[in-house]
C-alpha cells in the first residue's frame, strides 16, 4: 500500500501497519501524538519528515530513506530488528536502542545516547555527534565513520572499525575483542580496562592512553602527544614515532624510535620495553 503527501499527528497513526509504502510524510502537528508506527512490518519510508516521538518501535524490516528526525523526535527506532538507513539525519536523542540488525549509510547523526545495546550493526560513511555512543552493543562493523563526542564505545564487544576518525574522551572503555584499522583516535585516557583490543595503523592522540588493559595489541601506530602510557597493561606494540613516556606496563614489550621518559615506580611492573630503530637489533636499548 502506497501512502503520499500526508500529515499524521494523531497517537498511533498508523500502529500495526504491514506492506506500507510512505513517501514525502509528515508525523507532526497539534494533536502531538505518539508511536505513529508502532508495531509494524515490512514499512519503505522515502522522505519522511519526523518530529514526533518514539516512530519506529517493535518493527520488523524497515527501509528509511532522505529522512529527518527532528531533536524532538526522541527514541526513533527502539526494539525493532532488520533496519536500514541511508542518506537521513538523525538527530533525536536516545534514537536507536535495542534493534538488532541494523545497516546505516551516509546519514548526519547528532543523538545523545545513540546506539545502546545494538546487535548487529554496520555503519559507513557517517558523521556523529553522541555522548555515551554505542554503550553495550555487540557485532559492530564501522567503515569511513567520524564521531566526535564523550564516553564512546564503552562495554562494546567483537567489533571492527576501519578508515575511521573518532574525537572522542574515554572510548573504548571495557571493550573487548575489538580491531581498529587504519583509523584516527584522538581523546584523553583512551580504552581502559579493554581486552583482547588491537590497533593497525592508527594514529592515536592524547593523554593516558590503554591502562589497566589485557591482551592489548598495537602494530604500526603513531602516537602523538601520548604521555602515561599503558599503565598495568599487557601489551605488546610496535610504535613508529617517539612516546613522551611510559608508566608501569605489567607485561610484553614496546618497540619505539624514542621513549622520552620510562617511570617503574611499582614493584609489580615487569613490562619489557625497548627503544630503538627496528633495522638494527644491535641499537636497542632494553629496561627492564
Known sequence: MLIENQRFDEERALYGSHGLTLKNC??????DGESALKECRDITAENL??????PFWHD????????EMT???RAALWYSSNIEISDSRLHGIKALRECRGVKI???????PEFGWSVTDIEMNGCTVQSEYFMMRSENMKFTDVEMSGKY?????????????IFDTKDAFW????????????????LGWYCENVTFERCKIIGTQPLCYCMGLKLADCEMINTDLCFEKSEVEARITTPIISVKNPISGSIYAPEIGEIIR?????????IEGNKSNESDYATYL
Do not use: M, P, W
Open 152 to 164: 564512546s564505545f564503552q562495554y562494546i564487544q567483537n567489533a571492527v572499525f576501519d578508515n575511521c
Open 174 to 189: 571495557h571493550a573487548k575483542n575489538v580491531t581498529v584499522r587504519n583509523s584516527v583516535v584522538k581523546g584523553e585516557y
Open 49 to 54: 519528515f519526523c518530529n514526533l516521538r518514539y
Open 26 to 31: 509528515a508525523f507532526d502537528g497539534a494533536a
Open 105 to 111: 549509510s551516509g546519514c548526519d547523526i547528532n543523538s
Open 60 to 67: 520488523e524490516n524497515l527501509k528509511i530513506t532522505r529522512t
Open 265 to 273: 615506580d611499582d614493584e609489580n611492573s615487569h613490562g619489557v620495553i
Open 71 to 73: 531533536d524532538l523526535c
